[in-house]
């Protein structure tokens, strides 16, 4: 009987204490910041290491592309293209709104003076 009795004054001294760590907001909120603290560094390094091998990786394409010509003159129509595919798909996509737009206005306007005047009074 008296083990029960200190096992739970025990498991009650446990949930007081649980109870103040939640209540206690100042605690808490260190503890959130040192949290987001050690994300950030974690993920500061791991941004470190990626960016040191990107760079390697690049330095080491400039380094090839420097000894043959082809490389470097096969880049830039590559580049062109994408770039020229990429206005031709926004011209196209603002072209069609457009029209949209105005078939839309056109279609509202259509209606004849009566029924728009009886539509405001209605």
Known sequence: MREEIEQTRA???DTVE???AKTDVKARAKQALGDVA????Q????AKTRTAQVAGTSKQRVAEAGRNPTVRRAAPPTAAAVAVAVVAGTVLVVV???RAATAARNARNA???PATW???YR
Do not use: I, K, N, P
Request: net charge positive; glycine share 4%.
């Open 96 to 98: 069609q709104r457009r």
């Open 43 to 46: 993920q500061l390094a791991v």
């Open 11 to 13: 498991e009650l001294g």
């Open 18 to 20: 649980a109870l103040a």
């Open 38 to 41: 050690d994300r950030t560094r």
């Open 118 to 120: 009886l539509d405001r």
């Open 111 to 113: 209606r004849s003076w």
